[in-house]
Nanobody, 124 residues
Framework: QVQLVESGGGLVQAGGSLRLSCAAS????????MGWFRQAPGKEREFVAA????????DYADSVKGRFTISSDNAKNTVYLQMNSLKSEDTAVYYC?????????????????WGQGTQVTVSS
């Protein structure tokens, strides 16, 4: 089973940037898709971005297109989420997830493994 650990969350002012990391271990990942989701208090967990572990294909939620970039570093077994032009509505706990079938799905139930999440707070 794939183990995932997120890091890089914190407090940032609106308009600022933050980079989240998701370190993966436990299995080979070349055939996996990796996703980022976020969940604000009282809200459902929502899709943010997804990538094939190879980094060749990506998908983004409309709310983050042009501001967030998902990428992968195979040598480090790590997936990143670069977040620019942050807004207060980006405040949430961010989770990374792995899908062994590489579907880059926007649905949480399509993913097999999840990290514990990292808090991102954007102040206005």
């Amino acid at each position: 089973q794939v183990q995932l650990v997120e890091s890089g969350g914190g407090l940032v002012q609106a308009g600022g940037s933050l980079r989240l990391s998701c370190a993966a271990s436990g299995r080979a990942f070349s055939s996996y898709a990796m996703g980022w989701f976020r969940q604000a208090p009282g809200k459902e967990r929502e899709f943010v971005a997804a990538i094939n572990w190879s980094g060749k294909s990506t998908d983004y939620a409309d709310s983050v297109k042009g501001r967030f970039t998902i990428s992968s570093d195979n040598a480090k077994n790590t997936v990143y989420l670069q977040m620019n032009s942050l807004k207060s509505e980006d405040t949430a706990v961010y989770y990374c997830a792995a899908d062994k079938l590489a579907r880059r799905s926007t649905r949480t139930y399509m993913y097999d493994s999840w990290g514990q999440g990292t808090q991102v707070t954007v102040s206005s």
